[in-house]
């Protein structure tokens, strides 16, 4: 006999078989759906255990209009920040009774369209998306048309009325920019992955999403709200990768009125910094000041321990994905814009401002 053939999995048919119902009756208690007595569910569903079988999801969805499946995209599965919120997801999703299936984008809307495409096509019950655009919607339009409820995390979609769970961002970096401000910085430079098309940040710029575009507005209210002039050269977009991010990092401070503090926008930007500030013989706070958003275990283990804004991820998770279940529920929620509240933390990477300097980029 090969050992190798599989064995064939046991069907519907063979469960009514042993229950000695019929084949519409068995699915309906396995299903549960439909009218079938508890005593007839019961010897159905001891006949299922015995033969070891396993409901198939997508006919049973055919047959509930349910797959109690929540679909998620990320935007960046390497950042931590998407880890504890997906974490959040998960762990309340299952708790519910809902499975989950995760999917990342890379900040590609192209990469979140076959996403939600495939998603529609597993028959999720609704979808809690980071939008990797603020201007390209159009499948998460269609997708809620279609009756599939959406829970945007982390970043904001206007006009589409779909609810969203984010933190109070601008607010949080305005007291952030605070902070530096009251430790004597005059220059702050800030660096994110965000994608433009122009080759610098401009006032009045729209960016693609909102979560980067309330921190810079928070560090651009906190200058204008203490008189103080903000070159927006300071902003430097579009870091791609370790390398980039160093070359940015050593642009900022060479600039004539450099930065005497940096702000990066994530946890990984934030690793790429650090590191860049390093290899260029640097220390912090006594060269340059450093702050990044979210608080990861690390940042309060390394020396000195760096002062970060904290965004509750997991927590926000947690709340997506309630308010995602409670619409599938029908629970009427009265609101659709869900803010959770962030923290500055204070430690040692922010000082008395004071410059090194660094040897001119070669012009080879």
Do not use: C
């Not at 946890?267 to 958003?293: K, N, T, Y």
Request: net charge negative; charged share 25%.
């Amino acid at each position: 006999m090969n050992s190798n053939i599989r064995p064939r999995e046991a069907t519907v048919t063979d469960v009514a078989k042993a229950a000695k119902v019929s084949k519409a009756t068995a699915a309906r208690a396995l299903g549960d759906y439909g009218s079938v007595s508890e005593a007839v569910r019961e010897r159905v569903l001891q006949a299922a255990a015995e033969l070891g079988y396993h409901p198939n999801a997508l006919a049973r969805s055919m047959n509930t209009g349910r797959s109690n499946t929540i679909g998620v995209l990320i935007g960046d599965i390497e950042n931590p920040y998407f880890g504890l919120a997906t974490r959040g997801i998960s762990d309340t999703a299952r708790s519910h009774g809902y499975d989950v299936i995760l999917a990342n984008t890379g900040e590609s809307v192209d990469a979140e369209v076959d996403a939600v495409r495939i998603l529609m096509d597993k028959r999720v019950d609704g979808l809690i998306v980071s939008p990797a655009s603020a201007r390209d919607t159009k499948h998460l339009e269609a997708a809620a048309n279609a009756g599939r409820p959406i829970v945007l995390l982390d970043r904001r979609l206007p006009g589409l009325g779909l609810d969203t769970v984010e933190v109070n961002m601008r607010e949080l970096s305005r007291r952030a920019t605070e902070d530096l401000l009251e430790a004597g910085h005059r220059s702050v430079g800030f660096i994110s992955t965000l994608e433009v098309q122009a080759e610098r940040y401009a006032r009045g710029m729209e960016l693609n999403m909102s979560s980067v575009a309330d921190r810079i507005d928070g560090l651009l209210t906190a200058f204008d709200d203490a008189g103080l002039d903000f070159n927006t050269d300071w902003i430097r977009l579009n870091a791609r990768g370790a390398e980039d991010i160093a070359f940015k990092v050593r642009q900022l401070l060479e600039m004539p009125d450099a930065p005497t503090a940096i702000v990066a926008s994530d946890s990984v930007v934030g690793l790429s910094v650090l590191l860049a500030i390093r290899e260029l013989g640097l220390s912090i706070p006594q060269d340059v000041s450093f702050m990044m958003f979210d608080d990861l275990p690390w940042t309060s283990l390394i020396s000195p321990p760096v002062s970060v804004i904290s965004q509750p991820a997991h927590d926000m998770g947690i709340h997506a994905a309630q308010t995602l279940i409670a619409r599938l529920e029908g629970v009427p929620l009265a609101q659709r814009e869900h803010v959770l509240q962030g923290q500055v933390v204070r430690r040692q990477s922010v000082g008395t401002p004071s410059r090194s300097e660094i040897e001119p980029l070669s012009t080879n």
